[in-house]
Every structure is written in C-alpha cells, then in structure tokens.
C-alpha cells in the first residue's frame, strides 16, 4: 500500500488489496467492495467509481454494523 492509509483516500492507493463484492450485488454496479488491510481494518469502496475514496473502518465497526444489518437495525432505510 502507498503511503498512511486513511478514510477518504484514494482507493486506487491501497496497492495489493483485494477487493470482494456481495454475490447480490447487481449488474449494474450498485454495490459496495470491501477489502482487509494489513493492519487488520477493511475498506470500503464504490464499485461504481473504484479509484474514487475508500472509507476505512476497524474491524470492531465493520463487525457492529454487520451485526445491525443482521438484526433489521436499517431496514427503514429501504423504505
């Protein structure tokens, strides 16, 4: 990886990553990719603009969020 990683960096930047995907995602590109970092945190990109900024969460956030979306916590937001 090139440099300090930090939120709102280019995710082009985050060399030798691998990013994954939802087998849901649709075709059309409207999903989310996320990858782990070597410190262990993971980020997030858009895979409709992948150079554009990746945000970057620990693995205790991403495991709390994961853990909401699990239990309905956002559903509202498809509303």
Known sequence: MAGKVHN???AAD?????????A????LGNCVELA?????DIAMR??????GPALVYTRAEIAAFV???RD???DDLLD
């Open 24 to 27: 849901r995602s649709g075709k």
């Open 14 to 22: 985050l060399i030798g990553v691998s990013w994954r995907k939802s």
């Open 67 to 69: 853990a909401g979306a």
């Open 36 to 40: 782990r970092l070597g410190g262990g």
């Open 8 to 10: 709102g960096m280019s």
């Open 46 to 51: 858009n895979s409709r603009f992948p150079d």
């Open 72 to 74: 309905g916590e956002f």
